[in-house]
């Protein structure tokens, strides 16, 4: 069975940076494109990063692109979402995501999801 465990999650001030860990198991690490959603109450998951399988090309939502960065560590099977500069806006629970090959944009697409983790940032 797959299974996407994320951690790292806490409050902060604004400003200030967190970084988000998910240890993927029981699924081929290289095969799979990987993807950091978040939700706050009453919205649905939005898709803030995502990095491909084989060539790790990345993706950013408007949102955050030039605060987050996604990266992957083969080595360890894990995903790391770097958040920096974090905003009040940016609060909600982190989800990582996983699915074959490439990524999408559409929740419904990704195949394997972990538990969320909440982030809190203060104004």
């Given at each position: ?17 967190l970084r ?54 083969d080595a ?41 983790t909440q ?5």
């Open positions: 069975d797959v299974q996407l465990q994320a951690s790292g999650g806490g409050f902060v001030q604004a400003g200030g940076s988000l860990s998910c240890a993927a198991s029981g699924l081929p690490f290289d095969d799979y494109a990987f993807g950091w959603f978040r939700q706050v109450p009453g919205k649905g998951r939005e898709r803030v990063a995502c990095i491909n399988s084989s060539d790790r090309q990345t993706y950013y939502s408007d949102s955050v692109r030039g605060r987050f960065t996604i990266s992957t560590d360890k099977n894990t995903v790391y979402l770097q958040m920096n500069s974090l905003k009040p806006e940016d609060a909600a629970v982190y989800y990582c995501a996983a699915e074959r090959w490439l990524c999408n944009n559409n929740p419904a697409a990704w195949d394997s999801w972990g538990k969320g982030v809190t940032v203060s104004s």
